[in-house]
């Protein structure tokens, strides 16, 4: 493989579902989220934990808003449901760490 740029990296490694991390992520979702489906997926594109894959090898990509609409384009916001929803995850998992 040829680099492109600084920018270019290898796909990161699948974290462990078994990981106390992945497990209050989940416990967060359902707090936050009634009746949903918690599976793994592969995130496309690149985000910022690729910064820490040397400090940790269970990095946890995950974005608490669903309706992805008006993410990265024209215009770029969320609507105000989605960001209580998040704030809402964010605040349980934080809790549940603390």
Sequence with gaps: MTRLNDFADEAS???PTESMGFQKVIKA????YANTLVAP???VGATDSRQFKNVSGSILRFSPVADIKGMHGVNERVGI?????GIG???R????VK
């Design 41 to 43: 997926f592969l995130t």
């Design 93 to 96: 998992l934080l809790q549940d």
């Design 29 to 32: 979702i359902r707090q936050n």
């Design 13 to 15: 490694a699948a974290s």
């Design 81 to 85: 449901q989605e960001y209580k929803n």
């Design 89 to 91: 995850f964010y605040y």
